[in-house]
C-alpha cells in the first residue's frame, strides 16, 4: 500500500473492531495456581513419606533421591495429563533475556503397536537439549555442544496453555556437559546461597541463636506500551526492532500528565483482566496496575516473591503479556525506548533478604537487636553499591536502557543510594562519630525504632534515585523493561555477600578485642561509613549540577553507554568478587562480557541497516512523491503567473538531500569489519553509528512534518499513541 493508505485502514480497523469477548471473570480461589503442580498439589497425590522427601527440597533446595524423584514424576504426568498434557518441556533461561524450551512427548510405543506414556525421575530431573546455538560465550565449543537442563524443585512445574495445547513445562537451570552455568538460574541460585552463607555469620556474631536459612524476594513492576498491531505492522522498525526509529513527536504527548493513574482504556481493562486471569493460574501473584506517565503506557506489579521463583515467574509474565496483547489485537512493546520524546518503561527490581527467624533484614524492625541487624545489612548494601557501582551498571546495560538512563525520566546512570531523609542522618551520625557516644552497655536503643519507622512513609521517595531504599526493601529502578530480573538479583546478592562477609571479619574483630555489641556494630558501621558513604545521595539525581558533582566531589562513575558500562565484567575487583562468593568463575563471567556485549553490537546493526533500507524505501520515496505533486503545482501556478510560496518544496528538497547523504554515511560507515576488540567495536557503535542513525531521524522526522498527510506512508505517534 502507499501512501497512507495503510494509516487509514489501520485507523478503519481499530475503530470498527468488535469489542474482544473474554470468559466472565471467575473467582481467584477457582481459578488461583490451577495449572501449577504446588506444594498443594503433590500433597494430594503422594504419600506422607514421599511429600516430605519433596517439600524439604522445594523449601530448603536439597538434593532430591531417585525414588522420589520418580514419585514425584507419575504424580506430576498423571496430573498433566488429565489436562490434556501430551509434551512436556524442560524450560531454561539462557544469557539473553530470553526463554528457551524443548518439547518433549511422553509417548512411547510397546511392542504390539499401543502407545503408552512415561515420564520417569531421571526425565524430569534431566533434559538434554541440543543447546549448540544458544549464546554461550566461549564457554563451549560447537563440537562438544552438550548442554544439560535440570530441574530446579525450588520453582514449581506448571502448564503452559495455548491455543495449539497445553505443554507441561519444568522450570530448569541450563549448563555445559563440564558444569559450567550457561543460564541465567544458576548464578541467581549460587548468590542466594553466597548471600546466605555470609549472613550467618553476622547474625551469629549478632547473638542470635536459631538462625533460618535467609533468601532474597523479589517483586518486579513491570512497565510497556500497548501499539494496535494494525498500526505495528505497517512499521518495520516496531515489528523487527521494537522500537520506532523514525516518528515526528505529536503535537500533544504527555504534557498534561493525564495519562499517569488514569482511567484505564476500556479495551486494554479487558486485556488486563484476560491477562491476569492467566497469570493466576500460573500462581504469578498480579497485584497492581495502572496507566504509566506516557499515552499508551501501562504497568503490572505482581506481588513479591522468592527471587528465584520471582525470576521465572517475570519471564513467563513477560511471555503471557505478549501473548495475550497480541489476542486482544496489540503489539506489547517492552523496548525500554519505544517512542522518543515520552517516557521510556522500566522495570522496579524491588529487593530484600529475609528469613523465617529473623524476618525481613532490610526492615527496621521494633526491638533494638533488630534495629542493630538492619543497620548492618542497609549498611551493607551501601558498601555494595559503592564498591560494586559499575557492576550495577553493567547488569542493567542494553541497547534499549541507554536511551532511557540519564535522559530527564529516568535514574542517571551515576549509581547511587537514596536512604531517605532519616535514615540518612542516622548513617551520617555513624560516620561523624555522633551516635557512638550514645552507645555504652546495655541494651541500646538509640531512638531509632522511632527514627526508622518514620523511613517508612512511602512518600519519603525519591523517584530521581537508581536505587532507593522504600522502607523496608531497596527498589533498583534503573533496570530496563525488556531485562530479565537474574542479572540485577545476582549483582545485588552477591554485593551483598561480600559485604557482610567484610562486616562479620570487622565484627568478629571488634568483639574478640573485647567491645560490646553495640559499641563493635558502631564501630564497624562508622569505618564503612567512612570508607563508603559517598554513595549516599538523596538529592535530585536528574540535576547536571550531581552529574558534575558525583563524578568529581564524590568519586563515582558516569557510565553513559553499554559500550562503557560492559568492561566491568573484566575488571579485576569484579572478577575477585565473584570468584571469591563462589557465584560465578572467571570463565563464567567472560563468557558473560561475550554474550552481552554480542547482544549490544547485533542489536545496534539491526536497527542501523533498519534506518538505511527504512529512509530508502519508505520516507525518501514519500518525500519525492509530495516534491513531484508541489513541482507539477509550481510549474501550473507559474504559468498562470500565480505566485506560489516555495519554502516547503525547498524544506522537502534539502531535507530529502540531507537525510540521503546521511544514509549514505552511515551505510559506509556499517561496512566497517576490522574491530581491534570486542570494546572497540562497542565503542564504534556508539559514537559512530547511533549519531549518524540519528542524523538520518533527524531529517526524516523533519519531512514528516513537511510532506502531506495523505501521502505520508508510516503510522504516526499521535495514531499509535492515542487510537486505542
Ligand atoms: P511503587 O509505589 O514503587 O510503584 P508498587 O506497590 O507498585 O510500588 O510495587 C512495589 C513492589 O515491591 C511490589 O511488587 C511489591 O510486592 C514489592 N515488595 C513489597 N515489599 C517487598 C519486600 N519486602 N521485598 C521485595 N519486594 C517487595
Ligand atoms: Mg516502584
Request: contains cysteine; proline residues 4%.
Amino acid at each position: 500500500m502507499s501512501g497512507n493508505e495503510s494509516r487509514l485502514q489501520a485507523i478503519y480497523q481499530i475503530t470498527n473492531r468488535e469489542p474482544m469477548l473474554v470468559d466472565k471473570p471467575k473467582s481467584l480461589n477457582k481459578i488461583w495456581a490451577s495449572d501449577v503442580f504446588n506444594l498443594a498439589k503433590m500433597e494430594e497425590a503422594l504419600s506422607k513419606n514421599a511429600y516430605k522427601s519433596i517439600k524439604k527440597t522445594v523449601q530448603t533446595g536439597a538434593p532430591l533421591d531417585a525414588a522420589t524423584a520418580d514419585v514425584v514424576a507419575a504424580a506430576m504426568k498423571e496430573w498433566a495429563t488429565k489436562k490434556g498434557v501430551k509434551f512436556f518441556s524442560h524450560i531454561f533461561y539462557p544469557m539473553t533475556n530470553a526463554t528457551a524450551e524443548k518439547h518433549d512427548g511422553f509417548v512411547i510405543t510397546s511392542p504390539d503397536g499401543s502407545c503408552i506414556t512415561e515420564f520417569t525421575g531421571s526425565l524430569l530431573i534431566k533434559g538434554e537439549p541440543d543447546g549448540s546455538s544458544f549464546p554461550n560465550g566461549s564457554l563451549r565449543m560447537t563440537n562438544a555442544a552438550r548442554g544439560y537442563t535440570a530441574w530446579d524443585p525450588t520453582s514449581p512445574a506448571y502448564v503452559m496453555q495455548t491455543d495449539n495445547g497445553a505443554t507441561l513445562m519444568i522450570p530448569s537451570v541450563f549448563m555445559s556437559w563440564t558444569g559450567e552455568a550457561l543460564d541465567k538460574k544458576i548464578p541467581l541460585l549460587r548468590s542466594n546461597s553466597a548471600m546466605n552463607d555470609a549472613a550467618q555469620k553476622v547474625l551469629k556474631l549478632m547473638g542470635e541463636e536459631k538462625v533460618a536459612p535467609l533468601n532474597s524476594s523479589c517483586g518486579a513492576e513491570q512497565e510497556y506500551f500497548l501499539v494496535d498491531s494494525n498500526f505495528a505492522n505497517s512499521r518495520p522498525d516496531l515489528l523487527l526492532a521494537g522500537r520506532t526509529l523514525f516518528g515526528a513527536a505529536s503535537a500533544k504527548g504527555q504534557e498534561f500528565d493525564d495519562h499517569y493513574f488514569g482511567a484505564i482504556p476500556a479495551r486494554v481493562q479487558v486485556f488486563m483482566q484476560d491477562f491476569e486471569d492467566k497469570l493466576y493460574r500460573l500462581g504469578i501473584p498480579a497485584k497492581t496496575h495502572h496507566n504509566e506517565v506516557a499515552p499508551g503506557q501501562f504497568e503490572i506489579a505482581p506481588y513479591y516473591e522468592a527471587a528465584n521463583v520471582a525470576a521465572d515467574h517475570q519471564q513467563l509474565l513477560m511471555t503471557v503479556m505478549k501473548m495475550t496483547a497480541k489476542e486482544h489485537g496489540f503489539l506489547c512493546l517492552l523496548h525500554e525506548k519505544p517512542f522518543a520524546g515520552i517516557n521510556g518503561s522500566g522495570k522496579h527490581v524491588n529487593w530484600s533478604v529475609g528469613n523465617a527467624t529473623q524476618g525481613n533484614l532490610l526492615d527496621p524492625g521494633t526491638t533494638p537487636n533488630e534495629n542493630l541487624n538492619f543497620l548492618l545489612f542497609c549498611g551493607a548494601v551501601i558498601r555494595g553499591v559503592h564498591l560494586y557501582g559499575p557492576l550495577l551498571r553493567a547488569v542493567i546495560a542494553s541497547a534499549g536502557n541507554d536511551h532511557r538512563l540519564g535522559a530527564n525520566e529516568a535514574p542517571p546512570a551515576i549509581l547511587s543510594v537514596y536512604l531517605g531523609d532519616q535514615l540518612e542522618k542516622v548513617y551520617n551520625d555513624i560516620k561523624d562519630g555522633k551516635l557512638e557516644a550514645v552507645a555504652g552497655g546495655g541494651e541500646m536503643d538509640l531512638g531509632l525504632s522511632q527514627i526508622l519507622n518514620f523511613t517508612r512513609d512511602p512518600g519519603d521517595r525519591n523517584r530521581t534515585s537508581p536505587f532507593a531504599f522504600t522502607g523496608n526493601r531497596f527498589e533498583f529502578r534503573a533496570v530496563g523493561s525488556a531485562a530479565s530480573v537474574s542479572g540485577p538479583l545476582v549483582a545485588m546478592n552477591t554485593m551483598l555477600a561480600d559485604s557482610l562477609n567484610w562486616i562479620a571479619e570487622e565484627l568478629e574483630a571488634e568483639l574478640s578485642g573485647g567491645a560490646d555489641k553495640n559499641a563493635a556494630v558502631m564501630s564497624v558501621l562508622n569505618k564503612l561509613m567512612k570508607a563508603h558513604g559517598n554513595a549516599v545521595f538523596g538529592g535530585d539525581g536528574y540535576s547536571s549540577e550531581w552529574h558534575e558533582a558525583a563524578v568529581k566531589e564524590r568519586g563515582l562513575k558516569n557510565i553513559p553507554t553499554t559500550a562503557d558500562a560492559l568492561p566491568a565484567f573484566k575488571e579485576a575487583s569484579v572478577k575477585t568478587l565473584f570468584e571469591s562468593t563462589g557465584v560465578l568463575s572467571a570463565a563464567e563471567l567472560e563468557s558473560r562480557y561475550e554474550v552481552y556485549s554480542e547482544q549490544y553490537i547485533l542489536s545496534i546493526e539491526v536497527e542501523a541497516k533498519l534506518v538505511v533500507d527504512m529512509a530508502k524505501t519508505i520516507i525518501f520515496p514519500a518525500a519525492s512523491n509530495y516534491l513531484m505533486d508541489l513541482a507539477s503545482t509550481h510549474s501550473g501556478m507559474s504559468q498562470l503567473g500565480i505566485d506560489f510560496d516555495k519554502s516547503s518544496a525547498e524544506s522537502v528538497a534539502s531535507h530529502s538531500n540531507a537525510m540521503m547523504g546521511a544514509v549514505a554515511k552511515l551505510s559506509e560507515a556499517l561496512e566497517k569489519e576490522d574491530f581491534a576488540s570486542t570494546e572497540a567495536h562497542m565503542q564504534y557503535l556508539a559514537k559512530d553509528i547511533l549519531p549518524l542513525m540519528n542524523e538520518v531521524r533527524e531529517h526524516a522526522d523533519a519531512l514528516e512534518g513537511e510532506v502531506s498527510d495523505d501521502m505520508w506512508p508510516l503510522a504516526k505517534y499521535r495514531e499509535m499513541l492515542f487510537i486505542k
